[in-house]
């Protein structure tokens, strides 16, 4: 019980930082830019599955990306993808992942 309590409070840590803005990093109206250039990607991408059982690049979708403020990938074999975007303002160099899941992670690299 007392393993259950220290990881749901490691948990709750995590998360509570990950809200946090880290000093001299992208704020997080910027970030959260990027999570939305990922969840308009994760559903067009959804939709192209939908209607052609294969995921397209990123350059078939209807979708720009501002390349002056984010930098983003798309990696296809046709029955999934994996998709980055990293943030090209962030002196921290935030970046955003996700795949065929829709899940969207996001990440910042070690120090």
């Known amino acids: 019980m007392l393993r259950l309590v220290f990881a749901v409070t490691l948990?709750?840590?995590a998360a509570a930082q990950s809200q946090r803005d880290p000093a001299g990093c992208a704020p997080v109206e910027h970030r959260a830019a990027a999570?939305?250039?990922a969840r308009l990607?994760?559903?067009a991408e959804s939709m192209a599955f939908r209607n052609s059982r294969r995921y397209v690049p990123l350059s078939d979708l209807a979708i720009t990306v501002p390349a002056d403020a984010f930098t983003a990938q798309l990696s296809t074999?046709?029955?999934?993808y994996l998709l980055s975007i990293k943030d090209r303002l962030d002196p921290c160099q935030g970046a955003i992942f996700s795949d065929q899941e829709g899940l969207i992670y996001t990440?910042?690299?070690l120090q």
């Open 107 to 109: 990440a910042a690299p």
């Open 35 to 37: 999570v939305r250039y």
């Open 11 to 13: 948990l709750a840590a």
């Open 41 to 43: 990607i994760n559903t």
């Open 77 to 80: 074999d046709t029955r999934s």
